[in-house]
């Protein structure tokens, strides 16, 4: 059957008046639907639950500031035919997307990922209270999985658990993700930095992968400064070769810590609490790590300074003073500690 007349008239303005629909909502969608760059200065973090339609995720994003019109995303998403594609997740949007940049986003799955930073000196226990607090992992369970000789046995670490070998950087992890793999991450990151070379050189100073971690926790919980470290790793080289004490106030505070807590401070009466990691009543190296440390203090653990010094105390001001006899020590130590110098 012939269209005629009326009829052909009718179709074509039925179909340009669906093309200048589809041309509005295409232009609509790429250029105007989006975020004035002085109405949000900051990225937004939505989350999209599983079962929710188009309608109810365009609404999602208006109430987040994200999109000005819903009805826009929704047609916008029917003719693209992604309607029922739109993936579940956590997405960052930021000011300046379009309509179609979010719907690719949503399309794609490109869902966010968030940034957990681990400071330099971190303990097992504060890495995991971090990362509950973020709600990246549950911080009982992490804690349980760094202890599990399974998971040590799987990474080759020959020790009571993950304390020195869960590496102090910046993650970036999915809400969802298990403890296994973010303790992967920080593992496979850990033996990226703690490289052949350097394991060679631990075994040139006379130390085991695991004492040389152990020494390196040690510097790092000494001293925030670059170069000190290597000062700080030559006076506890030298003290390890003589047999004498290191005599290191944060092994005590770690061991302290285990049974009431992060403490900051050390008493007289402190130094003679009775733990294996307590460095004034045992030589040598306490058993095993007291931190997790950056990969300067691993650095400084297996390539210490020359140096004659024996003895080091904390001027109070982020630095020390290094001395060779303890006539020199006990100088300083009237002289920092009285509060007549460093600043």
């Known amino acids: 059957m012939k269209w005629k007349g009326p009829h052909q008239f009718l179709l074509l303005l039925f179909l340009s008046l669906l093309f200048l629909l589809l041309l509005g909502i295409h232009f609509y969608a790429k250029h105007h639907d989006r975020l004035a760059s002085g109405e949000k200065r900051e990225g937004q973090i939505v989350s999209i639950e599983p079962q929710l339609g188009v309608f109810q995720i365009a609404q999602r994003l208006k109430e987040k500031g994200i999109i000005r019109n819903p009805w826009f995303f929704s047609m916008a998403a029917f003719l693209r035919g992604s309607a029922t594609k739109l993936k579940a997740g956590d997405y960052s949007f930021t000011p300046g997307m379009s309509l179609f940049q979010i719907l690719r986003r949503l399309e794609k799955g490109e869902i966010a990922y968030y940034p957990a930073t681990i400071p330099e000196g971190y303990t097992m226990r504060e890495i995991a209270r971090l990362l509950g607090s973020l709600d990246l992992a549950d911080s009982e369970r992490f804690l349980r999985l760094c202890r599990d000789p399974e998971v040590l046995q799987r990474y080759g670490i020959k020790a009571p658990s993950l304390e020195g070998y869960l590496f102090p950087d910046t993650y ?48 790092e919980a000494e001293t925030p400064q670059g170069e000190e470290r290597y000062l700080v790793s030559s006076v506890f080289h030298r003290r390890l070769r003589i047999r004498m004490p290191l005599q290191c106030d944060p092994t005590v505070l770690y061991a302290l810590s285990e049974k009431n807590g992060r403490r900051e401070r050390l008493t007289r009466r402190d130094l ?12 040598g190296l306490p058993p095993g790590p007291i931190c997790n440390p950056g990969a300067a203090s691993l650095e400084a653990a297996v390539a210490p300074a020359s140096s004659p010094y024996l003895y080091f105390v904390s001027k109070g001001n982020g630095t020390h003073y290094f001395s060779s006899t303890w006539t020199d020590h006990s100088r300083a130590v009237r002289k920092y500690q009285s509060g007549k110098g460093g600043g």
């Open 172 to 219: 970036y992890l999915l809400k969802g993700m298990k403890e296994e793999e973010i303790i992967g991450r920080m593992v496979h990151r850990f033996f990226q930095v703690f490289t052949p070379e350097k394991q060679r050189l631990a075994r040139k100073t006379g130390m085991s992968r695991h004492q040389a971690v152990t020494l390196a926790s040690l510097i």
């Open 272 to 283: 003679s609490y009775r733990s294996s990691y307590n460095t004034y009543l045992h030589p």
